[in-house]
């Protein structure tokens, strides 16, 4: 294999990790924009999903269903997290990061208890390797960055082009001024909790087609997408998806170039690197919604 | 007003003695405890949880009076604990002498965490802590023969006192508790210091405090460091007490139920740290719980108790229980809220 090749070949791996990274980035910039809650009990979102779509597997669904599984089931447990706990911790922020710490603890040994803490994994919905040229890319790489583009794009076009987005960008911005102008705050808060709990559920499944996940991928992958949200700003999408970008093109390149044991460090000594130079992130972000005090 | 806090001040010194006295007779019962000839599983439980407390104590005064809370605090346990492993390995230096050096390398660390991460403020500090309390782990891990890699290092050196071998479990456990006794008596002078009133204006309120001239971004570090100390104390009490120590007792997870125990004892009260750490460590013998389901109910009551008595068990206990007894629970909450401002 030619040196061109392994590079274009890691950068595509990278890339697929950085999609699943992504979509829990994107959850967790737009619940802390609309909230200031930072939820860290993200990541076992994205593990649940991926725990639906191995049983939905398992049980003889195929792969698109087990994934649509995945969103729903994830997306009605973020929407009974909010309506159960986190509303309640709207007004001290702190709290509700609390909050999501003991549901890390829970969420994860509830699945070891049910579901013991070994490796789950589920035959590859994708098999086929192209060849081109010399490089071999994995069809499920592949799907995995389309499936996260369109998912994206879709947002962002909900984001910016609808009438809703645009009241969703207003609470972001200033959530008293929001609910001045009429727009139904709490209830845009709910249904931020719901998607970005729903682009986990996706993320999960996504990630189980990659790789065998435990009971504690999470932990690393909330790391992961917080590092990217916090560089790109939070709050900010679009910093988001190109922090997303920029860490999985650097986790590539190690992983190819012989630091693999490094690769996990990166994503938290660029955060801490990107806080002390920019502490808004790179691309600029909200920095929480401002506390009526 | 400075002359209201001079008259005020021997009333409060007596006050501020009373609120040591629970601790210290409860401690003197723990320190009663090898009378009734425990078992050897409970007394190492209970080692553990002493040990635990004395981080939480340090944890305390970190969230309970400057109100930051730090998720990377088994880290800077783990600082102490690698200290003490490599300087007997490397240097042959003893429990005595690695428990000072032990405490500045953790201070050490947490100046070196502090200064960036409370630069950049708020939300961000929790994360900061959690993000270098990976780093340490995945350096830790990374570290070749130096740190033992991901199966750590062992320690085997005796622990001795006046020329007595305190490895016995009953001796070690003495020697733990008297340690908590320091840490408690050295949290409560903390809180009852101009200091601890400094600190607690930070938390009141940020700004209303700098404009009073205190230098918040540096007291904000200081109660960082002050904390380090405390768990690299802990840190080299668990090396010695265990043995062997790996990277895993030390990454973020661990942080998060230091977190746990410190938001369940309650981070103000000087009881809170104690009562934290000996019911987390205690409640899966009584319970009779596997890891796995004592870990769920650790969830459940953290959210619990951040949801329902946001000033920790015993503080909820003690209000709820002022109230019964006075009869008057909105004008106590009142009193309490003034006391709490004050504390």
């Known amino acids: 294999m030619r040196a061109v090749d392994i ?20 959850g967790v910039t737009l619940i802390f924009g609309l909230t200031g809650i930072i939820n860290f009990a993200h990541g076992e979102f994205l593990m649940i999903g991926g725990i639906v779509t191995w049983l939905a597997v398992s049980a003889g669904l195929g792969f698109p269903l087990a994934v649509v599984l995945a969103i729903l089931a994830v997306g009605l447990m973020g929407y009974i997290l909010e309506r159960g706990l986190f509303r309640f911790t709207l007004e001290r ?12 603890v829970v969420l994860q040994h509830v699945v070891v208890l049910f579901w013991n803490p070994n490796q789950k994994s589920i035959p590859r919905p994708l098999t086929t390797v192209w060849e081109v040229g010399g490089v071999r890319i994995a ?52 249904g931020v909790f719901v998607l970005g709990s729903a682009l986990a559920g996706l993320g999960g499944a996504l990630l ?40 999985g093109i650097v986790e590539g390149f190690s992983a190819g170039y012989g630091f693999s044991q490094w690769t996990d460090a990166y994503s938290f000594a660029l955060m801490i690197l990107v806080l002390i130079v920019r502490p808004h992130g790179l691309f600029g972000g909200t920095s929480g919604p401002r506390m009526a005090s | 007003m400075k002359d209201g806090l001079h008259q005020d001040r021997a009333g409060s010194t007596f006050k501020a003695l009373r609120s040591l006295l629970p601790v210290l ?27 635990n407390v004395i981080a939480l104590y340090g944890l305390s005064v970190l969230f309970g009076q400057t109100g930051i809370l730090s998720m990377g605090h088994a880290a800077l346990v783990g ?27 953790s201070a050490a660390f947490a100046m070196i965490v502090g200064i960036p991460s409370l630069r950049v403020g708020g939300h961000h500090f929790v994360i900061m802590t959690f993000a270098f309390g990976q780093l340490l782990a995945i350096v830790l891990t990374n570290g070749g023969d130096y740190t033992g890699a991901a199966t750590g290092l062992d320690l085997a050196g005796p622990v001795t006192l006046f020329g007595a071998d305190m490895s016995d479990l009953t001796r070690y456990y003495l020697m733990v508790v008297a340690f908590v006794t320091a840490a408690a008596v050295a949290s409560w002078a903390i809180i009852n210091s101009s200091y601890g009133r400094t600190l607690r204006a930070i938390r009141e309120n940020e700004k209303l405090a700098a404009s009073l001239g205190i230098n918040v971004g540096r007291h904000k570090i200081g109660a960082f460091v002050v904390s380090g100390v405390f768990a690299g104390i802990s840190g080299v009490l668990l090396a010695y007490f265990l043995g062997h120590i790996s990277p895993s007792q030390f990454s973020s997870f661990p942080s998060i139920y230091l977190a746990l125990m410190v938001m369940i004892g309650g981070a103000r009260l000087i009881e ?48 709820a229980l002022r109230a019964v007894l006075s009869g008057k629970p909105k004008q106590e909450t009142e009193q309490r809220n003034a006391a709490e401002a004050r504390r």
């Open chain 1, 139 to 190: 069809s499920v790489r592949v799907m995995v960055i389309a499936i996260t583009i369109a998912v994206v794009a879709l947002s962002f076009r909900m984001i910016t082009a609808s009438r809703y987005g645009r009241a969703l960008r207003a609470s972001v911005e200033d959530r008293d001024t929001a609910a001045l102008m009429g727009i139904p705050v709490r209830r845009y808060i709910t």
């Open chain 1, 93 to 104: 922020p702190t709290n509700g990061f609390i909050v999501s710490l003991g549901l890390i």
């Open chain 1, 7 to 26: 590079f274009i070949q890691q950068i595509l791996n990278g890339l697929s990790i950085a999609s699943v990274i992504t979509l829990i980035a994107i």
């Open chain 2, 79 to 105: 600082v102490g604990a690698y200290a003490a492993a490599i300087l007997a390995r490397d240097f042959g230096v003893g429990f005595w002498a690695a428990l000072p050096a032990a405490a500045l390398a």
């Open chain 2, 25 to 51: 007779v409860i401690l003197a019962l723990i320190a009663l405890v090898p009378l009734f000839s425990p078992s050897n599983r409970f007394l190492s439980l209970a080692i553990s949880a002493g040990i």
């Open chain 1, 208 to 247: 189980i087609a990659l790789f065998p996940i435990t009971p504690f991928t999470g932990g690393t992958m909330v790391m992961k997408g917080f590092a990217v949200a916090l560089i790109g700003g939070l709050g900010n999408i679009y910093g988001a998806v190109a922090a997303g970008l920029i860490l």
């Open chain 2, 272 to 319: 809170g740290p104690l009562a934290g750490g000996i019911l987390v460590a205690f409640l899966p013998e009584v319970l009779n719980l596997d890891p796995v389901q004592s870990r769920i109910v650790y969830g459940v009551c953290l959210i619990a108790v951040i949801m329902l008595l946001p000033d920790g068990l015993i503080g909820g206990i003690v209000r």
